[in-house]
């Protein structure tokens, strides 16, 4: 027991073995010190916004934190054990020459997820629309953006390749619904059920703002409907259940005043 303990003493005191695990402990402490603080920041936030954004900026900052102490704990590792450092450091200029050629992509990416996250583009957490795909962004990192839309499905895009991108979850969004109604039904009368039973009822939702519900008149004359036009405003990231509260609103006040949806229909003649 005494030969075995001797042993590991004498493995500890070398200078390669203590040197690579203080390095090791030392870097380890340093990364979840930062963020830690990191963290912090964003419990500072004062709105869900801004929690949001500092949470993606955060967890870019994260993959820089740890690859950044990781270059640094082995360049220290090596010299303990007797590399030449200085060449290694000395020979990074052509190695980075090198890379950044092999890399560029790679590099595009990281330059535009940073212009991403300065020029407010999108957080983690906003609903976004990229070529007709949308959905919540749900990670954020160096290289690429996860969307997932309502069906689950997710979508990896490269950074570089976010050139156009709509943002759907701004301060305020603005929700417009066409009603579709039978062309037997009197304007008049349609209008008046818009207004008094289907508006009333949607100022009533919490998410929506009161003053924002607006009738917008006659938008068009369809070949199976004339298309009533509404619209509202709604609470950031709501827009998605105040549009199927409202349709539901609209559903129901049609079928209380007997007015039946038109759909499209096919008329057959037959030849006598």
Request: glycine share 4%; net charge positive; with cysteine.
């Amino acid at each position: 027991m005494i030969e075995f303990l001797k042993v590991i003493i004498n493995f500890l005191s070398k200078k390669e073995v203590y040197g690579t695990i203080i390095t090791l402990s030392v870097a380890y402490f340093f990364y979840k010190t930062i963020i830690i603080i990191l963290e912090e920041l964003i419990n500072a936030g004062k709105s869900s916004y801004e929690i949001k954004k500092r949470t993606t900026i955060t967890k870019l900052f994260k993959n820089i934190v740890r690859y950044v102490i990781l270059i640094i704990a082995i360049i220290v590792i090596l010299s303990i054990f007797g590399v030449n450092v200085k060449g290694i450091v000395a020979g990074l200029g052509v190695t980075a020459t090198i890379v950044g050629l092999a890399l560029q992509d790679t590099f595009k990416d990281i330059i535009n997820g940073i212009s991403i996250i300065m020029e407010n583009y999108f957080v983690v957490g906003d609903y976004v629309t990229y070529n007709n795909f949308t959905g919540e962004v749900i990670e954020f990192g160096l290289k690429s953006t996860k969307i997932r839309n309502a069906n689950g499905e997710v979508k990896i895009v490269a950074n570089r390749n976010i050139l156009e991108i709509q943002n759907l979850s701004e301060l305020k969004q603005v929700v417009t619904i066409t009603i579709p109604l039978p062309y037997e039904e009197e304007p008049d009368r349609m209008e008046k059920i818009i207004k008094q039973n289907i508006l009333t009822k949607i100022k009533r939702l919490d998410n929506v703002y009161k003053d924002s519900v607006t009738y917008l008149g006659i938008n068009e004359l369809a070949d199976s409907s004339v298309n009533y036009l509404i619209n509202f405003t709604c609470k950031r990231d709501t827009q998605w259940q105040a549009k199927r509260d409202v349709n539901k609103i609209i559903l129901s006040e049609l079928q209380k005043e007997k007015v039946s949806i038109p759909y499209p229909q096919l008329e057959v003649h037959y030849e006598k």
